[in-house]
């Protein structure tokens, strides 16, 4: 379900909303019915969620480990880069939405999702909460436009203490920070428990999604494929959707 939180500003209900991904991915999504939220520690961005230096907290970097997101792209139209950062040339879809549509379909999920645009500022986050930092980016991503879903770790409001075995190691020479010990033990038996790389949310798919997109660039060999592979698996799990070309094909191709 979709929480209203201080500082997160939710698009009203019409905007229109797209996520791009590759076909495997998309296909995953329509048989476990469920959309992936990734640690943001996860993001090729090495800036995301660390809090800047008015926040008067220890750690700052400990909100990279127990905050997930989904992200969504603002447009009112298809993107030409979107489609070559997020979907693999020749087999990728996008599903085009809007905000009212993704948030009836997230309805049934127990835990608070909170929605909000990203702003490209990140220089001057205000010292509201320490989830705030979730919804700010620098600048170079600002074409992305981008929506964020963003939950907590169930299990723990934050990742481990490292100072005592940080403090320890140092006897021995070895000077490693909190970041590196959290990246290296992710996938551990605690780390999978309490701070997990992804959390998936259920989505009430008919409710989600408006139209599929087929990327611009589909190899022509592969579109009868891709077409009927998306029929079966839409007709196994009772979805009714229509597939769409992209409106920026290329002249003449099939």
């Known amino acids: 379900m979709i ?3 201080k500082g997160f500003c939710i698009p009203p209900d019409n905007t229109t909303i797209w996520r791009y991904m590759s076909f495997t991915k998309f296909v995953d999504l329509i048989a476990t019915k ?3 939220f990734h640690r943001l520690d996860q993001n090729e961005d090495s800036w995301e969620g660390f809090l800047p230096e008015n926040y008067d907290i220890k750690d700052k970097l400990y909100i990279r480990y127990n ?5 969504w792209s ?3 139209y298809e993107s030409a880069a979107m489609w070559k950062v997020y979907g693999p040339p020749g087999e990728s879809v996008a599903i085009k939405t809007n905000v009212g549509k993704l948030k009836e379909s997230l309805k049934g999920f127990g835990i608070p999702i909170h929605m909000g645009k990203v702003k490209y500022e990140k220089e001057n986050i205000p010292h509201l909460d320490f989830y705030l930092p979730v919804l700010y980016k620098i600048k170079p991503y600002y074409d992305e436009h981008e929506l964020r879903l963003c939950l907590s770790s169930a299990e723990t409001p934050n990742p481990q203490d490292f100072t005592p075995l940080i403090e320890a ?3 021995f020479g070895c000077d490693m920070k909190s970041e590196d010990i959290l990246k290296n033990c992710s996938d551990d038996e605690h780390s999978k428990k309490a701070n997990p790389k992804g959390i998936c949310a259920r989505v009430d798919l008919n409710s989600l999604i408006d139209k599929v997109i087929m990327c611009p660039d589909k190899k022509s060999y592969l579109k009868d494929s891709l077409i009927h592979t998306l029929k079966h698996v839409m007709e196994n799990n009772k979805i009714d959707l229509i597939i769409n070309d992209s409106g920026l094909r290329k002249r003449n191709s099939n």
């Not at 905050?67 to 992200?71: S, T």
């Open 3 to 5: 929480e209203k939180r």
């Open 34 to 36: 469920k959309l992936y």
């Open 67 to 71: 905050r997930y997101i989904n992200c």
């Open 74 to 76: 603002i447009n009112n």
């Open 169 to 171: 190691l140092k006897t």
